[in-house]
């Protein structure tokens, strides 16, 4: 049972990025994508990218790892998605209209990955935790 | 929901306390799959949406560009329009990639223009217009296609781990707790029995010694 549960919590975390990029060097590059740890890329929407840049301005464009990694907390009742970088947090909140918390990690709820989906759609990718899931109990 | 129960080589504490933690493991790989489930149904639904929109945009747009076509046609020579569509954009590509979607292959279509439309004032407006139309047109219809492939792979996807979380749900995690109450019912007997002979054999001994001590 606990060698389903890794088997099934690394095939969703194997096609997570091996090397994330910034915006910039994304903005810069003529099929900008990122290399995944399957071998494979994942390709971002250029027009996307122009969007993420024109939002957060010139100065964070060059600070915005992409792809910006939602964690997924299964032990959680709801489904909920965390983001820990700071300016993709900016970003997130400018594109979804909403206060920034304090401080990290920003919770996003299944009405705002909607949202999110639709805008910036190729910039996100889903990651579940595998410390979390496991626990000490194991 | 399963009534069954597995089979259990020794009926001993090891081994409840092993199928406890493996019932703990398969609640939790439940939720994972769950949530994941969650993820992916949300996208097809959101993609369906969107196929329909599309789709009707495609045929409302072919249309409209259809007419505008026919009209600019009866003003321009046709030999004209085909160098025009050829000089408006410096270069235009179709670029074809994939990306992943919660763990999901799907295609990405993006047309790319290079350069500002040339708009010069000795072609017809109408002709201008039709071509921004079927600009549009294409655009619409590369994203219809990534639309639909993606339909079909998140599709499959969804299937199969909906068959994992109906497995662990109605059949795995139920027999692991029905073999869990076996035991320990097993168990509570064993106790009982344990604490009758006890009380016997006290009776016994309780007996003997009587018998002993009225003989002597």
């Known amino acids: ?27 810069n590059e003529e099929y900008p994508h990122v290399p995944l740890r399957d071998g494979s890329a994942h390709m971002f929407r250029y027009s996307e990218l122009q969007k993420a840049c024109n939002i957060l301005g010139d100065e964070l464009c060059g600070n915005l790892l992409l792809p910006i990694i939602l964690e997924m907390r299964p032990e959680l009742k709801e489904v909920v998605a965390e983001v820990e970088d ?31 989906r639709q805008e910036i759609g190729t910039l ?11 626990g000490e109990e194991l | 929901m399963s009534q069954q129960t597995l089979r259990v080589t020794r009926p001993t504490k090891i081994e409840l306390i092993r ?14 799959l769950k949530d994941r489930l969650i993820i992916l149904t949300q996208e097809l639904i959101m993609l369906m949406k969107d196929a329909v929109e599309l789709r009707q945009r495609v045929c409302d747009k072919v249309q409209e560009c259809e007419s505008l076509l026919i009209k600019s046609t ?13 000089t408006r954009y410096d270069k235009v590509e179709g670029v ?31 002709l201008m217009l039709a071509s921004r139309c079927f600009e549009e047109l294409v655009d619409l ?3 219809l296609g990534e639309v639909e492939a993606s339909i079909t792979r998140l599709g499959a996807e969804v299937a199969r781990v909906k068959r994992r979380v109906n497995a662990l749900e109605n ?34 001994l309780a007996r003997k010694e009587g018998t002993v001590s009225a003989s002597t």
């Open chain 1, 1 to 27: 049972m606990e060698r389903l549960l890794r088997d099934e919590l690394k095939a969703v975390n194997y096609m997570l990025p091996k090397k994330r990029k910034n915006l910039k060097e994304l903005l």
């Open chain 1, 86 to 116: 700071p300016i993709a947090i900016k970003l997130i909140c400018r594109v979804l209209n909403i206060n920034e918390p304090e401080s990290p990690p920003l919770r996003l709820y299944p009405i705002h990955l909607r949202v999110l």
């Open chain 1, 124 to 134: 996100l990718m889903y990651a579940i935790s595998f410390r979390r899931v496991l």
């Open chain 2, 19 to 32: 199928l406890k933690k493996r019932v703990k493991v398969a609640k939790r790989l439940h939720k994972v």
């Open chain 2, 74 to 86: 009866s003003l321009i020579d046709p030999s004209l329009m085909e160098s025009y569509a050829r």
């Open chain 2, 96 to 126: 074809i990639g994939s990306r992943v979607v919660a763990g999901v292959r799907v295609p990405l279509i993006e047309v790319r223009r290079e350069g500002a439309p040339r708009e010069s004032p000795k072609y017809p407006i109408l």
């Open chain 2, 141 to 143: 219809t590369a994203r």
């Open chain 2, 171 to 204: 059949v795995l995690i139920p027999r692991m707790e029905n073999t869990i109450k076996f035991l320990e019912f097993k168990f509570e007997e064993r106790e009982r029995e344990d604490k009758t002979r006890m009380k016997k054999v006290k009776q016994i």
